[in-house]
């Protein structure tokens, strides 16, 4: 959706440490300059049954930020997020959860 | 008004297309069906795969089946291993209702429940055709819309040029078409979808046939 701006490998400390035993994991979306805006945002409405709001947000953050988490959960449920994005044509990752968002 | 639109029509929702246009249409789909069957030993592959499955070299196809990790190698290799096959026989289902839709014409008829597929479909598509004309920024996105509005250079005289502007034009079709089904896909959800769940659903993609994921 715009520029790629993606952080280094192995850099991000986030002092806002929220994950909790039960949802260790997260399932984030990267930017990309082919998705369209209006496509992204059906696809977190419909898949995470996100209000319109959130999902325009979510949207927002991948293309202004280059990323944004979608989902927090096992890994095993993250592998299904992440399975369902790729299924999409999204780009999604599973990583360790941290405190930003979702 | 603007062509390869989608807009409401008895049947569903209809774009007007060319019977040229269509033809092209295909024959794209087709390849991208073709990737997605290629590099395969077996098509359907057992699910999950008994062995490793290594990444697509082509990095076309390696966009529709990314790797699930950025920093874990082992994690999308595992990833790769339990549902590349999935991935791949879900978007070629998806690619199959583009191609029947296209196949059907003259117009380009899509019905609500078979919007999502197509529109992944287009989504992949597109993909394929921006990765061709190595579209990895903004920037080139926009230099690519541009080369669209410009004139074709002669084939013979320029192949690699007119081949640019081909994939240049058809991924603004291509854009076009699926913006516009989108728009149409939005404007029918209800006006809140709910609450996000704590947790994922429980169905691999693919298995609804509106494409949602059921809690």
Redesign the interface.
């Known amino acids: 959706m715009s520029t790629t701006v993606l952080p280094a490998e192995g850099t991000r400390t986030d002092a806002d440490e929220r994950a909790t035993p039960e949802r260790p994991w997260a399932t984030v979306v990267w930017n990309d300059p082919v998705n369209l805006m209006s496509y992204v945002t059906w696809v977190f409405r419909t898949y995470f049954k996100m209000p319109h709001e959130r999902a325009e947000r979510l949207m927002l953050q991948v293309h202004h930020e280059g990323r944004a988490t979608v989902s927090r959960g096992t890994l095993e449920q993250m592998e299904i997020d992440v399975q369902a994005m790729h299924g999409f044509g999204l780009w999604a990752t599973v990583e360790p959860a941290t405190g930003a968002d979702a | 008004m603007a062509p390869w639109t989608f807009r409401p029509a008895d049947e569903g929702w209809a774009a007007d297309l060319g019977p040229g246009e269509r033809s092209v249409l295909l024959e794209v789909v087709d390849e991208v069906l073709a990737m997605l069957r290629a590099q395969r030993p077996q098509w359907p592959g057992p699910t999950p795969d008994p062995d490793p499955v290594d990444p697509p070299t082509d990095p076309a196809l390696r ?9 874990a190698p082992d ?1 999308a290799r595992e ?1 790769r291993r ?2 590349e096959a ?2 791949r026989e ?2 070629a289902a998806n690619l199959e209702a583009l191609r029947a839709a296209l196949a059907a014409g003259p117009r380009l008829v899509v019905a609500p429940d078979d919007a ?1 597929a197509v ?2 479909a287009l ?2 598509v ?2 394929v055709v ?1 990765e061709r004309l190595g ?7 926009d230099a690519a819309y541009r080369l669209a509005q410009e004139a074709v250079p002669d084939a013979e005289t320029d192949p690699a040029g007119f081949v640019r502007a081909v994939l240049a034009i058809l991924l603004a079709v291509l ?1 076009a078409l ?2 516009s089904l ?2 149409l ?2 404007d029918a ?1 209800p ?12 169905e ?3 298995d609804t046939e509106d ?3 059921h ?1």
């Open positions: 966009r529709l089946l990314p790797d699930a990790s950025r920093g994690v990833f339990l549902t999935d991935l879900a978007k999502p529109a992944a989504t992949d597109r993909l921006a579209v990895r920024t903004e920037e080139d996105a854009a699926q913006d989108v728009e896909m939005l959800l006006d809140d979808a709910g609450e996000m769940p704590h947790h994922a659903p429980d691999p993609p693919g494409g949602r994921a809690r």
